[in-house]
């Protein structure tokens, strides 16, 4: 089984281990059902009377089912095999962003279903959750209840405390101890409800995806550049929430003390310089909290659109985005010299233009980390179109196993 360092088992909470190894069970049988004991005993490298365990607790919990395979195999007995258990009801994802929220629906198992939409953000809470009930009634065909609906993820780009679903502070939304739980009760009833760090979430969205070999590295940080810059740490396969539930803001870290003003109220933090709203400041020679009347040409300017003028030779467009490139490679070396991590998985629309950015990053990454191995470290970049935010979302839903603790 996967090893949990034995000094950090006493700081971490009881159970720890245990929920690790359910994690990892859970995510190997996603990936490889169908799948027997045997298989999974061998691919989590354990004993068949651990892997009995385990699966006899995930049967009780009505997590996985087990079904007999139609051929024998030749031993009298016919062979069994586990499945993640699905549910009719489908699971809302909703990623809330600065000017636009973003809608995905998945089955019990975290797969979408149907299109990803999107409908403008309202800056007031309680008109967003009024235009939130609206439209996840709508992509449900009408209904919205707890038979058509398994529960709602919702990703928001700022510090969350859990315990009351309350959204302490996002510099993003400007938002500041929002009651977002207690306003989306009363417009959704009994329907369960999840609410998680966009960073956080897609940090869970790697742990819990299908990439192919099932198991997830140990040591992972997720860097979401949009709006804002969200990031989500684990540690040691476990996602690193602090005492607040509020680590990990490493897009407030100066990266200078005199830099340009930040959505936080601070100067120079690094998501002021290698944010979207950044970069397209930086295109129109200005810093992110201007106060001046924003011009049309820039109001209407995307990252997607400056990424265009880049690729059409605009010299500016193409300066503007390395100097982000160069701002991301310094940042991400503070983080690789903290965390260490066997992986950095970079999300956000930024991505889009990796093949201009890359030996930029990289090369600030060679520059400002402490020794010839970190500056190695392993980058990979998540497309915009796989949608981690809304994964994540998703996650908090289809893989309770994994997600943060129940919050309704
Ligand atoms: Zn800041």
Known sequence: MRKINPRDFKLA???TSREINRQIALTLIRTHQPVSRADLSRLMETNRANVTLLVNELLEEGLVREEEQNESNGR???????????????AVAIDVRKTKAFLMLTDSTGRQVGDVISFPMKPDPSEFVRSLAWQVRKALGGTLDSTSCGGIGVVVPGMLDLRNGTVIHSPTLRWRNVELLDLMKQEFGDIEIHLENSGKACALSQIWSV????????DIVFVS???GV???IVVNGELVRGRHNTAGEFGHVPLSIDGPPCACGANGCWEAYISNIATISRYFGSSVADRRPVPVERSECT?????????ANDGKALAALQSTARYLGLGLASIINVIDPSRIYIGGEITEAWDLLESTVKDAIKERTLSSELGEASIRIVPAIEFPRLKGAAALITAPAFAAPKVA
């Open 13 to 15: 909470r009881r159970g």
């Open 76 to 90: 009298g007995r016919k062979p069994t095999s586990l499945f993640l258990n699905s549910r009719e009801s489908l």
């Open 225 to 227: 550049v949009s709006d």
């Open 303 to 311: 990252i997607e659109s400056l990424i265009a003028k880049a690729r």
């Open 230 to 232: 969200g990031v989500g």
């Open 211 to 218: 990439r192919g070999d099932g198991t997830a590295l140990n």
